[in-house]
């Protein structure tokens, strides 16, 4: 089975912080994803990464950078925490560079609070 | 552009009792798509998903959906539930937007099964 590991589980910052969320997948998969999760809203992407130094921008990526040195590590990092980045960050990882039908798989989760 | 819309936000239901979770999707070419199931305090897990051929796609444990191309809709159902399906469900869509393959997410239906 595919495993994600995300490095923290809760997570409490102070505004102004910069924050690192870890993300770690064991199957060689070449796609890595980050989303973060809000009550009504669903999973928005915040930022994405087809191939290792490789980043692109999803629908939210404001306020965050990404960086993937290794193909089995995918980072966000929170240049100066605020308070409206309080929320669950989930990670993602598929197999394939731009295979339509392979399905993504989730760590559990990151909650991230911030004071 | 495409999107997904879960049209229940809550379903509440008694255990033993069938259930339906509705999704409807739109896009102008053709999709995958999928249905993820979120236990609490856990990530995401694939529970089924549409790629070609039979319009009815079903999961280990019970759970099937129907494709319907004409209602672009992508409708689960379960006969029979179980309090351990008391979960949040989201339906999801893949399709190629800015040369890239990307997941576009619903909002979620929470899933509340009742003794």
């Known amino acids: 089975d595919v495993k994600v590991t995300q490095s923290s589980r809760y997570l409490v910052k102070r505004t102004g912080e910069k924050v690192f969320l870890e993300c770690v997948q064991d199957?060689?998969?070449?796609?890595m994803f980050w989303y973060r999760q809000d009550p009504g809203l669903g999973l928005r992407l915040i930022y994405f990464?087809?191939?290792?130094?490789?980043?692109e921008k999803g629908d939210i990526p404001e306020g965050y950078s990404v960086s993937r040195e290794k193909k089995e590590r995918f980072s966000l990092i929170l240049e100066s925490a605020s308070t409206n980045q309080t929320s669950m960050y989930l990670c993602?990882?598929?197999?394939?560079?731009?295979?339509?039908?392979?399905?993504?798989?989730f760590g559990d989760g990151t909650r991230l609070s911030i004071l | 552009a495409q999107s997904v819309t879960q049209l229940d936000s809550q379903v509440p239901v008694f255990e033993e009792a069938p259930v339906e979770l509705r999704c409807n999707y739109s896009s102008s070419v053709s999709v995958y798509l999928f249905w993820y199931v979120q236990y609490p305090n856990q990530g995401l897990q694939l529970l089924l998903k549409?790629?070609?051929?039979?319009?009815l796609v079903e999961s280990i444990n019970g759970f099937e959906a129907e494709f319907n191309k004409s209602q672009t809709s992508f409708h689960l159902r379960k006969p029979s539930v179980h309090i351990s399906d008391t979960a949040e469900y989201f339906c999801a869509v893949s399709g190629a937007i800015g040369g890239y393959n990307k997941l576009i997410f619903g909002a979620g239906t929470r899933l509340a099964v009742h003794p």
């Open positions: 199957m060689d998969h070449e796609n």
């Open positions: 990464s087809y191939d290792v130094k490789m980043k």
């Open positions: 549409y790629l070609s051929g039979s319009t």
């Open positions: 993602a990882s598929r197999k394939g560079a731009r295979a339509m039908g392979q399905p993504q798989h």
